[in-house]
């Protein structure tokens, strides 16, 4: 039995679909999809992105990595992922709007 999910696209248009798979990454376009032939095409059509999905945004706090030193699936925040891959690191003042980047770890 299928779930229904909400997904709220980029320019604010909200679809209701039935949720018969995860939502996915298109290999071609490196877009995520809905697996909803009507949704990803507007996806596709009018240059668009899922947003949130059931109201919750789909933009990553947090993500997981494998540590290939312990073997063990870890939990980090989207910027220390950015210091680990690259040394770069970010701070973000929401009371100014400021993004400040970070070099070195």
């Not at 320019?11 to 298109?26: H, K, P, Q, T, V």
């Not at 999809?33 to 947003?51: E, H, K, M, P, R």
């Not at 210091?83 to 929401?94: N, P, Q, R, V």
Request: charged share 25%; hydrophobic share 40%.
């Amino acid at each position: 039995m299928a779930n229904i999910k909400k997904i709220k696209l980029s320019n604010g248009d909200i679809y209701s679909i039935f949720d018969e798979g995860a939502l996915r990454l298109d290999s071609a376009t490196h877009k995520l999809i809905t697996g909803n032939s009507i949704v990803d095409q507007v996806l596709f059509d009018c240059d668009l992105y899922i947003a949130e999905v059931d109201d919750v945004p789909v933009d990553p706090t947090n993500v997981l990595v494998w540590d290939e030193s312990t073997g063990k699936v870890l939990k980090r925040s989207t910027n220390l992922l950015l210091a680990d891959i690259g040394g770069i690191s970010y701070d973000m003042d929401s009371d100014n709007g400021i993004l400040s980047l970070k070099f070195g770890k």
